[in-house]
Antibody
Framework: QVQLVESGGGLVKPGGSMRIACAVS????????MNWIRQAPGKGLEWVSN????????NHADSVRGRFTISRDHAKNSLYLQMNSLRAEDTAVYYC?????????WGKGTTVTVSS | EIVLTQSPGTLSLSPGERATLSCRAS???????LAWYQQKPGQTPRLLIY???NRATGIPDKFSGSGSGTDFTLTISRLEPEDIAVYYC????????FGGGTKVEIK
């Protein structure tokens, strides 16, 4: 069945780096745009980044531009988010989600905590 | 950036009642590029409605979306305990933004 499984979250100090991943199965990964969306504790949803099906185009929210980089590996059916210069306000559950416009499949999320 | 404002913040209704959730945009959402999601407590968001009024695969017809321009509505025709959740709208006209959510409770 269609499945997205995030991994790589954890505790990191302010200013540190972390890479989270999303393993995809059950559909043709290379045919779909993919996204990262985050949810801070007790808060709403915030779109973070997306990448086109061909990896030719990527976009990032203003809040993370210049610090986060989205990428994908079609051979490994995986999506990544490299996060640098992390701040306390980046603490959130990070979801990967499929879709060019609306997000029709979501993973269960991985928690990133930025704290000293 | 298109800002989405959802109201009310919390909606408390009895089982069987109709729930009406509002999503207002700061500028026109052209082509009705608006989606609705349901997030039950402790769960992942689930797509309910896309393009303002199209139900996603497997979504029961008690959920319906309507609206255009800057005003959109999600209606739950007969509220059941399993509908307890936070509901979010999202626009995809210009980048992506989500509304702040409406929490639906059962009285």
């Amino acid at each position: 069945q269609v499945q997205l499984v995030e991994s790589g979250g954890g505790l990191v100090k302010p200013g540190g780096s972390m890479r989270i991943a999303c393993a995809v199965s059950g559909f043709s990964f290379s045919d779909y745009h993919m996204n990262w969306i985050r949810q801070a504790p007790g808060k709403g949803l915030e779109w973070v980044s997306n990448i086109s099906s061909s990896s030719g185009d990527s976009n990032h929210a203003d809040s993370v531009r210049g610090r986060f980089t989205i990428s994908r590996d079609h051979a490994k059916n995986s999506l990544y988010l490299q996060m640098n210069s992390l701040r306390a306000e980046d603490t959130a559950v990070y979801y990967c989600a499929r879709g060019r416009f609306y997000m029709d499949v979501w993973g269960k999320g991985t928690t990133v905590t930025v704290s000293s | 950036e298109i800002v989405l404002t959802q109201s009310p913040g919390t909606l408390s209704l009895s089982p069987g009642e109709r729930a009406t959730l509002s999503c207002r945009a700061s500028q026109s959402v052209t082509s009705n590029y608006l989606a609705w999601y349901q997030q039950k407590p402790g769960q992942t968001p689930r797509l309910l409605i896309y393009d303002a009024s199209n139900r996603a695969t497997g979504i029961p017809d008690k959920f319906s979306g309507s609206g255009s321009g800057t005003d959109f509505t999600l209606t739950i025709s007969r509220l059941e305990p399993e509908d307890i959740a936070v509901y979010y709208c999202q626009q995809y006209v210009s980048s992506f933004t989500f509304g702040g959510g409406t929490k639906v409770e059962i009285k």
